[in-house]
């Protein structure tokens, strides 16, 4: 058996996933990643990272990657559940069919793979699950409903995982990112349009939110979330959340322990 750490990454394509996959490698673990955009892995793979084509909405595709982690490797120390999306937009108007992806690959995703992660992890008697949640997953903003959903979501389900596998030598545990420079931003802003209606009511507050966002998500960069990440994957003693702002975890603890003055904090904010 091969004495080197072994970690499943997902979601390696861009921004926290893939500086996450090469600090890991950087640090003496041996990598397993994929995504769906494999032309986007090509530097992982020259920098001797095992990439594949990933989607955490198909379990066969899920399956190929454990057979070959553990046909390599024969264990698997460390599972980083990264990938995901922010499925923004007003709630009145987003086609349910875009709701059920968010949940799907948001949450039910990182579900399949775990379950066929754990097994091996319990054979082997140890094995740390890090979940790349949000601090959106206690905080929230308008056009967000179904992202935080899938966020807080994760946040409970890993509480309870971790109450289950502890007794194997398991533990589940969750990131928190807050503003990161990536391409999320993005995607969500882009999300937002598309699940517009024409002559939308909401037009006013997604230029509003589009601007909170821009503004907003400028803090940390990939490689500052990726230390996170490790630190989370490799502490002796591992904590139930971690941040890499003192700020995220403000605004977690604000927004957890004063919900009526988060409301209106927002409220004024979005006005």
């Known amino acids: 058996m091969n004495m080197a750490k072994i970690a499943i990454i997902t979601g390696i394509s861009s921004g926290m996933g893939h500086a996450a996959a090469l600090y890991f490698h950087e640090n003496g673990f041996e990598v397993y990643g994929g995504a769906r955009r494999v032309e986007k892995l090509e530097d992982l793979k020259d ?4 990439t594949q084509r990933l989607d955490v909405t198909d379990k066969l595709s899920l399956r190929e990657l454990v057979d070959r982690v553990v046909a390599e490797q024969g264990k698997i120390d460390v599972l980083v559940n990264n990938a995901g999306y922010g499925e923004y937009g007003p709630l009145e108007e987003i086609p349910i069919e875009n709701a059920q992806k968010q949940f799907d690959v948001n949450l039910f995703g990182v579900d399949r793979l775990t379950q066929l992660v754990l097994p091996v992890m319990r054979r082997q008697g140890f094995g740390r699950i890090v979940n790349i949640s949000s601090i959106g997953g206690d905080m929230y ?5 179904w992202y935080h959903a899938t966020k807080a979501g994760l946040n409970m389900w890993s509480d309870v995982l971790d109450q ?3 007794q194997f030598g398991i533990r589940s545990v969750v990131v928190q990112p807050g503003g990161t420079k990536s391409e999320w931003s993005h995607v969500a ?4 349009r598309k699940n ?11 230029d509003k939110l589009d601007g909170l966002l821009s503004s907003s998500f400028s803090g940390a960069t990939s490689e500052d979330l990726a230390k996170v ?14 941040f890499n702002a003192w700020t995220d975890h403000a605004i977690v603890t604000f927004a957890r322990t004063m919900p009526n003055s988060y409301k209106f904090l927002i409220s004024k904010i979005m006005k």
């Open 196 to 206: 517009l209606s024409d002559n939308s009511p909401y037009e006013p507050l997604v």
């Open 141 to 145: 903003t308008p056009l967000g409903g």
């Open 47 to 50: 920098a001797g990272i095992h």
């Open 189 to 192: 802003v882009d999300n937002i």
């Open 164 to 166: 289950e596998v502890r």
């Open 229 to 242: 990440f490790y630190k989370a994957a490799t502490d002796v003693r591992p904590k139930r959340r971690y």
